[in-house]
T-cell receptor, first 111, second 113 residues
Framework: DADVTQTPRNRITKTGKRIMLECSQTKGHDRMYWYRQDPGLGLQLIYYSFDVKDINKGEISDGYSVSRQAQAKFSLSLESAIPNQTALYFC??????????FGPGTRLTVL | GESVGLHLPTLSVQEGDNSIINCAYSNSASDYFIWYKQESGKGPQFIIDIRSNMDKRQGQRVTVLLNKTVKHLSLQIAATQPGDSAVYFC????????????FGAGTQVVVTP
């Protein structure tokens, strides 16, 4: 079984809809991250959490919110989706070392 | 702020040849570097890492070289195979970034028979 899972893997939605992307991990890591990936750009950090009670904004947090429901779960919400939020979204985790482990990604299309 | 860039967007290499992928960074406080491989439709996968107290590290068919003087990082893949076709990107961590990496945009490696 995968250590970091994301649901859904693909989602098509309409402008103005609320969307939630979910991430779960079985690695026992405290740190979790949400990134978006656009063609020709490096991964951009949206939000990160170093433990259940810790939530921090990343480089591009506007239009997004997160919830750390448990050590193993970190969800990303788009309150009112817009077309320029069409992207690949990745969740990642890290533990005692600095290495980050990525989920398989969610492809989100906003029409 | 950190600037991380890759020199070539696409690298075409013949099967069996060696591949070299480059990455430049700008922050001299960068102290940890990772190379990731991303296959189509999948998440990034760790290949190899190196810390700033080293200038070379080898794995299975891969070598990472770090030149701190010119702030340059490279990934060498020996005897490139079709399964090596993917996007490769570097990730750079600085001492004051609190676990937040800067990621390069990636180089698409295409292995031809």
């Amino acid at each position: 079984d995968a250590d970091v899972t994301q649901t859904p893997r693909n989602r098509i939605t309409k402008t103005g809809k609320r969307i939630m992307l979910e991430c779960s991990q079985t690695k026992g890591h405290d740190r979790m991250y949400w990134y978006r990936q656009d063609p020709g750009l490096g991964l951009q950090l949206i939000y990160y959490s170093f433990d259940v009670k810790d939530i921090n904004k990343g480089e591009i947090s506007d239009g997004y919110s997160v919830s750390r429901q448990a050590q193993a779960k970190f969800s990303l919400s788009l309150e009112s989706a817009i077309p320029n939020q069409t992207a690949l979204y990745f969740c990642a985790t890290s533990g005692g070392s600095d290495e980050q482990f990525f989920g398989p990604g969610t492809r989100l299309t906003v029409l | 702020g950190e600037s991380v860039g890759l020199h070539l967007p696409t690298l075409s290499v013949q099967e069996g040849d060696n591949s070299i992928i480059n990455c430049a960074y700008s922050n001299s406080a960068s102290d940890y570097f990772i190379w990731y491989k991303q296959e189509s439709g999948k998440g990034p996968q760790f290949i190899i890492d190196i810390r700033s107290n080293m200038d070379k590290r080898q794995g299975q068919r891969v070598t990472v070289l770090l030149n701190k003087t010119v702030k340059h990082l490279s990934l060498q893949i020996a005897a490139t195979q079709p399964g090596d076709s993917a996007v490769y990107f570097c990730a750079v961590l600085t001492t004051d970034s609190w676990g937040k990496f800067q990621f390069g945009a990636g180089t698409q490696v295409v292995v031809t028979p």
